[in-house]
């Protein structure tokens, strides 16, 4: 175990509270000074498949998970079964003492093929089925063992408190189980009761109570075991650090960037933003005007995408958020939006398809889609953020593209950014402008055209409703007013100056906002959206090792930035792509744009995110000529 830094995973039913106790978790450890790095597994069930939450700490810059925990706490026997073989030599399991009888048939939720792997792995063994069995073989490769009863732990606290009902308040487990952790790493006490009164701010009846059996446990903890390794100290925080969830990244931009519309309907892992945009809908801005965002949840994909476009005619600031089945509905309209001109940021929070898929886990499968989405040809940006950070001000970005180009921009995340809690620099409101591009807040003459033909392609736009700023919108291809027109020379014209537009943003988007360089070697990455942070790690293990690895990541997705790129590959020896889908999308790209071909792949398509001891690993074979030239990553359960 490195010196101040574990990994710490809690696993149980879903529904039982196991994203509350790693939320707990997580805020005690940075207000301790840790840097955080969490993500959260889950099945499509509301209650009772598996979950789990995996939280890396450290005392250093972190953006990733690695392979490997250091303390796993389980309280249900699926925890054991599944995550067991990832505890590291020297880590450690806090498991509840009634599982350890438990055979793999009393588990209901456990499904065959994984069943059947375990089974091959004890037989070989020579183990019984059981939890005891993986136990067993824990043990025997230096894993310690803490069994805790956590029933018995509930019964005594409802004595010691005088209240019957907590002996079958088994989501207090959660916190009981933070609590022993706590106490088995040596860490203050007083940083885990502030975090349960953050989180249960708003029910201080329950923050009181569950203040009362953190502290029973870890009092417990301390008295019965021995401390696990050494005790991890507070360290000296980073300035203007924040623990931030995934999702408040684009929310919070949306708030700094003057969006006041966002429509959506429900659907996984999208929907976090709506619902934090909805929580937060009033709000203070500049000059202590108040502010709100109006938060509709629609019927469906289809009217979510209308209300937006229609609340973009009027010239307000206007956004939806989805993932890939619901961005399938939503292509008919896009392509309104195309014709039209309109203005409007679509954040597409990428799942694992095709279909319904893997519909709560990860993957980075629709750039293609989000490039050709629609039918006809259409102008549109497809713009892609590496991390939390990034995304507060890329949301920025994307509505002044949307603004100043008139068209649809599309911002790429997925479900390892937005299900991630990490800790990252506090976000500025200062460093967001806000370019509304040609607004028109006033027009003199009668004869105004909304869709004029212009030197650069981009036509004054008036909104709804605005004197002398009479237009027409329909579907139908149209002229300089909007009215219906089928003549072909207009329809050149018009199609001509919709797409000179693209040529107008590879000329007036700087090249920092099209891709970010780290550095440039004979061996080099190309990468995009959220592999970025395990990459970064990844290539600061190499570097301690003498080994120079360059990195580019890419961000501006469509119109791709071919001249840019090239010019930055061009003396690159060996192309590495690395991202989370099959077919290696974006080296579909770079391959149709660049003089030259991908040469490695490194890719991971399990639902799953990568971490950096996996590209570390990739890399390493590839930098000593043992590897395959395409790699597919597993980690995970």
Not at 537 to 552: C, P, Q, S, W, Y
Request: charged share 25%; aromatic share 10%.
């Amino acid at each position: 175990m490195k010196s101040n830094e574990i990994t710490w995973m809690i696993g149980g039913p879903q529904g039982s509270g196991v994203e509350t106790a790693a939320n707990i978790f997580s805020r005690a450890c940075a207000s301790m000074g840790y840097q955080i790095f969490g993500k959260r597994e889950y099945y499509s069930n509301i209650k009772g498949e598996h979950s789990y939450f995996a939280v890396r700490i450290s005392d250093k810059t972190i953006r990733s998970n690695i392979s490997g925990v250091t303390l796993m706490v389980a309280f249900d026997a699926e925890t054991i079964f599944r995550h067991a073989d990832e505890v590291i030599t020297d880590g450690a399991i806090i498991y509840d003492s009634d599982l350890a009888s438990v055979s793999t048939n009393e588990v209901p939720t456990l499904d065959e093929q994984f069943k059947n792997r375990l089974h091959d792995f004890l037989s070989s063994q020579n183990k019984e089925f059981t939890i005891q069995s993986v136990l067993d073989i824990c043990k025997d490769k230096g894993v310690k063992l803490y069994s805790v009863s956590f029933k018995e732990l509930l019964s005594k606290l409802a004595e010691e408190t005088n209240n019957p009902k907590l002996k079958n308040m088994f989501r207090m487990m959660n916190v009981l189980s933070v609590s022993v952790s706590f106490g088995l790493l040596g860490m203050l006490p007083q940083t885990l009761l502030e975090s349960i009164e953050s989180i249960f701010a708003k029910k201080p009846k329950i923050a009181e109570l569950n203040k009362k059996a953190a502290n029973y446990a870890y009092n417990y903890a301390t008295a019965k075991f021995a401390k696990f390794g050494n005790p991890l100290p507070t360290v000296s925080k980073e300035p203007n650090t924040i623990l931030v969830q995934g999702h408040q990244g684009t929310a919070l931009g949306k708030m700094a960037s003057g969006c006041r519309f966002q429509s959506y309907y429900p659907i996984t892992p999208a929907s976090d933003e709506s619902v934090f945009l909805e929580s937060n809908d009033i709000f203070e801005v500049k000059d202590n005007r108040p502010g709100s965002t109006i938060v509709v949840q629609t019927e469906d994909e289809i009217s979510a995408m209308g209300m937006m476009i229609g609340a973009a005619l009027t010239g307000t600031r206007a956004s939806t958020s989805t993932s890939g089945p619901g961005f399938s509905l939503m292509a008919e309209a896009l392509g309104w939006a195309g014709i039209n001109e309109v203005p409007v940021v679509i954040t597409l929070y990428q799942r694992s398809g095709p279909s319904t898929g893997l519909p709560t886990r990860h993957g980075q499968d629709d750039l293609m889609f989000a490039i050709h989405a629609g039918h006809g040809e259409f102008q549109k940006i497809v713009y892609a953020s590496g991390d939390i950070e990034e995304s507060f001000y890329d949301t920025a970005k994307c509505f002044n593209f949307a603004d100043i180009f008139q068209m649809p921009v599309i911002h790429m995340m997925d479900k390892f950014i937005g299900s991630t809690v990490a800790t990252c620099v506090k976000f500025d409101p200062n460093q967001i402008t806000i370019d509304r591009g040609k607004l028109l807040e006033k027009i003199d003459k009668k004869d105004y055209k909304r869709f004029e033909l212009t030197k650069d392609g981009v036509s004054p736009r008036s909104k709804l409703g605005l004197e002398n700023g009479i237009f027409w919108n329909t579907g139908d291809e149209s002229d300089e007013q909007g009215h219906v027109s089928e003549d072909p020379v207009n329809r050149i014209e018009m199609m001509d100056k919709r797409a000179s537009k693209l040529e107008l943003i590879l000329k007036t988007v700087p090249d920092s906002d099209k891709a970010t360089n780290f550095g440039l070697a004979d061996f080099c990455i190309v990468s995009w959206g959220s592999p970025k942070g395990p990459i970064l790690d990844a290539l600061d293990m190499l570097k301690n090792e003498g080994h120079k690895v360059g990195f580019i990541q890419l961000k501006l997705l469509h119109p791709f930035p071919t001249d840019y790129i090239n010019s930055m590959l061009k003396d690159v020896k060996t192309i590495i792509d690395i991202e989370a889908n099959q077919t290696g999308q974006l080296g579909m790209l770079l391959n149709t744009y660049l003089d030259r071909k991908i040469d490695y792949y490194v890719l991971k398509y399990t639902g799953r995110p990568m971490t950096s001891t996996e590209i570390y690993d990739s890399l390493k074979k590839i930098l000593e000529n043992k590897a395959e030239k395409r790699q597919v990553l597993t980690y995970g359960a």
